[in-house]
C-alpha cells in the first residue's frame, strides 16, 4: 500500500468513527431524554398510593368531559385545572403504567390542561418535559 493508499484508509477510517460517535451520541441524548430514572424516589405508599382509592387511575374522582360526552359543568374548569397541576409531577413516576395514564387523562382534560403542561415544558425532568409536549401537542390537534 503506498503513502495515497493510507492516507484514504486513515480518512475513511476517522470518517466511520466520527458517524459512530455522532449516533451514540444521538442514542444517548434520547434514552437520557426518555429513561425513567433510577434515581427519582417514590412516595411512601409506592407510585399508585399517590392515587388514592382509585385503583391508580388518574383523574377517576373527576369526570372526563369526553367521557360525559357534552361540555363540563361550570366552575369545574377550576377543577380540570387543578387535576391537572396535580398530574405533572407523575409524568416522571417511576412507574410507566402512572405516567401513561397521567398523560392520557391530561389530554382528556383538554384545553383546562394547557396552563399546567405549558408550565411544565421547564420542569427540570426531561421525561415530564417530554411527555407535556406531547400531551399539548395531541389537544391542540384534538381542537383543531
Known amino acids: 500500500m503506498d503513502r495515497a493508499e493510507a492516507r484514504y484508509v486513515v480518512l475513511f477510517s476517522v470518517a466511520v468513527l466520527a458517524a459512530v460517535a455522532a449516533v451514540f451520541a444521538a442514542t444517548y441524548a434520547v434514552v437520557e431524554a426518555t429513561s425513567i430514572g433510577a434515581d427519582r424516589s417514590e412516595s411512601a405508599g409506592g407510585p399508585e398510593a399517590r392515587f388514592g382509592d382509585s385503583g391508580g387511575d388518574p383523574g377517576s374522582d373527576c369526570p372526563s368531559r369526553a367521557a360525559a360526552g357534552r361540555a363540563a359543568p361550570p366552575g369545574s374548569e377550576t377543577a380540570f385545572s387543578a387535576e391537572a397541576e396535580r398530574l405533572i409531577p407523575l409524568l416522571g413516576d417511576p412507574n410507566p403504567g402512572t405516567r401513561s395514564r ?26 415530564v418535559r417530554w411527555r407535556a409536549f406531547e400531551a399539548l401537542g395531541e389537544i391542540r390537534k384534538a381542537s383543531k
Open 102 to 127: 397521567s398523560e392520557r387523562r391530561l389530554v382528556e382534560i383538554g384545553p383546562a390542561a394547557v396552563p399546567a403542561l405549558e408550565k411544565a415544558l421547564g420542569h427540570r425532568d426531561p421525561e
